[in-house]
């Protein structure tokens, strides 16, 4: 399909079907819609397009240089063209269904899935439950997810769902119930399928509700498909997880820090030392990524001083220990106030001295009166889209280095394509080596034993230290993930850096991350067919 006959199209209100890899290519709506002149006020949706559309502008010139199929009279505007068509939400499913309350009475429960492109499929994103969630949140959510795939070199499309509901409300099998009913909804209207669209856990749900998806689909949709449980990962490991998920995007949030602390050229910019040893950091959001960011960063010599929850803060300038927070929150109630290891504050942790802050809570948490008044030297966002337009222009003033959600927090979705993949293969990641492995490091010591024994006419013994005995049997599943995930944060860092440096963005590293996205999903609608004429 011509770039010309889909804009013509557009204007005309059709749908199009351009190829199998972007289907349903629709005209760009965002466009028209009021947008508030107050940065700090946007919508959460247009928040995110607003980012991306600085980032569009940037790269332009770059890929008028590298595309060279399309005449250089007509290149920018085709360019542009194609730009547009990444930007806007796919589609959106909008669903209302009623349940039964075993208090006896009905409710009417509403929820949202938003697809956002389908340039590489299947699309991914998680499904939250939240009374707080919006249709404009799930498509800037899906948005978001788009350009992390992208900037990890993940090839899904961009989704994400929401049922809006508060889970603390509801009884187990009511929740079952909702996530049965909203997985058929889903099913029925072809938003879920392991080549279609596979959500993954989010805030207010997890393993227990990945179950339940999984098994409704399975025995429903997807009954008599041997691929059926890939239509969602997050899932417990007997129903088909993996080992390393539960952390997956905690530990990445870890790699993003340590990527640019161990980079003088950035911390020279910020005024710190290299590494994360003896740093002071404060956690928004004690949850999955709260806890095992924290865990992650303690592990490397980083101290917690800070944590804060929905309904208040503690703080220890000693460190306080994530296990022994873990432990008493469980048998709290879901709750860190009262911890004995601190002393609960009525500060704004946000604000509070220290190195590293990683907002793990909700969107837009950080706005220009909380930035005008900051004192942390990173900020690590592991939720989505907590800093705000007019907020990251003061932090980028402040000289305050932002490490954006859509690399930041790219380790769920990483790890999540690797469940994809070992459900697709049907075998654990290290079954078919490890035994291969332990043989052939057994025999490299006894060659070098050997040779040894040769050279100087006597036996003499070699013994493993102990990191190799750790390994020398070879890579379970869980260290094959981790390796895995830390590379693919370690090479999405230098993606960044090279960025950053090719577009002279200073500490702007959210642009330089939108701008490698859209490099990549720019190549693949071109890969797919789209042409001029």
């Known amino acids: 399909m011509s770039l010309s006959h889909f804009l013509k199209a557009s204007r005309r209100g059709l749908t199009l079907t351009a190829n199998r890899f972007c289907p349903s290519l629709v005209s760009s709506s965002y466009s028209t819609a009021p947008v508030s002149n107050d940065e700090d006020s946007l919508s959460f949706n247009d928040m995110v397009l607003?980012?991306?559309?600085?980032?569009?502008?940037?790269?332009?010139?770059?890929?008028?240089?590298?595309?060279?199929?399309?005449?250089?009279?007509?290149?920018?505007?085709?360019?542009?063209?194609?730009?547009?068509?990444?930007?806007?939400?796919?589609?959106?499913?909008?669903?209302?269904?009623?349940?039964?309350?075993?208090?006896g009475t009905m409710e009417i429960i509403k929820a949202w899935r938003a697809q956002?492109?389908?340039?590489r499929t299947p699309c991914k994103g998680g499904i939250r439950f939240s009374d707080e969630v919006t249709e404009d949140e799930v498509k800037a959510l899906a948005t978001l997810m788009t350009f992390k795939c992208a900037m990890v070199d993940v090839p899904f499309g961009g989704a994400k769902g929401g049922i809006k509901i508060n889970p603390r409300k509801y009884s187990v099998k009511e929740l079952e119930r909702i996530t049965r009913r909203f997985t058929m909804e889903l099913a029925k209207k072809g938003f879920i399928g392991p080549g279609l669209d596979v959500p993954a856990p989010d805030m207010g749900t997890g393993e227990r509700e990945m179950s339940w998806i999984a098994d409704t689909y399975a025995m429903t949709h997807g009954y008599g498909d041997i691929n059926a449980h890939a239509c969602v990962t997050g899932k417990p490991i007997p129903q088909g997880g993996i080992h390393g998920r539960t952390s997956a995007t905690g530990r990445g949030v870890f790699h993003s820090i340590k990527s640019f602390l161990d980079s003088e050229e950035y911390c020279s910019k910020i005024g710190l030392s290299t590494?994360?040893?003896?740093?002071?950091?404060i956690i928004q959001g004690f949850g999955n990524?709260?806890?095992?960011?924290?865990?992650?960063?303690?592990?490397?010599?980083?101290?917690?001083?800070?944590?804060?929850?929905?309904?208040?803060?503690?703080?220890?300038?000693?460190?306080?220990?994530?296990?022994q927070l873990e432990d008493y929150k469980e048998s709290n109630n879901g709750s860190i106030i009262g911890y004995p290891g601190a002393e609960q504050t009525d500060e704004n942790l946000l604000t509070a001295q220290c190195d590293i802050l990683v907002p793990a809570a909700g969107e837009q948490q950080i706005t220009a009166a909380v930035a005008k008044k900051m004192k942390a030297k990173v900020i690590a966002e592991g939720a989505n889209g907590p800093t705000t337009i007019a907020a990251e222009k003061i932090l980028h003033e402040k000289n305050i280095l932002v490490i954006p959600d859509m690399f930041c927090n790219a380790g769920g979705v990483t790890v999540s394509y690797f469940e994809w993949l070992k459900n697709l293969n049907h075998v654990s990641f290290g079954r078919l080596t490890w035994k291969y492995e332990e043989e052939s490091n057994t025999h490299l010591l006894q060659s070098v034993e050997k040779s040894l024994e040769h050279k100087f006419g006597q036996k003499i013994p070699i013994k493993p230290t102990p990191d190799f005995q750790d390994h020398i049997a070879g890579a379970s599943e869980k260290d094959i993930v981790h390796s895995g995930l830390q590379y693919t944060m370690e090479r999405s860092a230098r993606q960044i850096m090279r960025a950053v440096r090719e577009y002279d963005l200073g500490l702007d590293l959210r642009t330089a991350a939108y701008v490698c996205a859209l490099e990549k999903i720019y190549t693949v609608y071109r890969e797919a067919g789209i042409t001029f004429s």
């Open 50 to 103: 607003k980012f991306s559309e600085k980032a569009t502008k940037i790269v332009v010139d770059k890929l008028q240089q590298q595309d060279n199929k399309v005449p250089m009279s007509d290149r920018k505007n085709f360019i542009e063209g194609v730009l547009q068509l990444i930007l806007p939400c796919n589609h959106v499913l909008h669903v209302s269904f009623p349940i039964h309350r075993e208090d």
């Open 116 to 119: 956002h492109s389908q340039h």
């Open 275 to 281: 590494g994360i040893e003896g740093k002071t950091f």
């Open 289 to 323: 990524v709260g806890l095992h960011s924290m865990r992650y960063l303690t592990r490397f010599g980083g101290k917690c001083i800070g944590v804060m929850e929905y309904n208040g803060s503690i703080y220890n300038a000693d460190g306080i220990d994530p296990k």
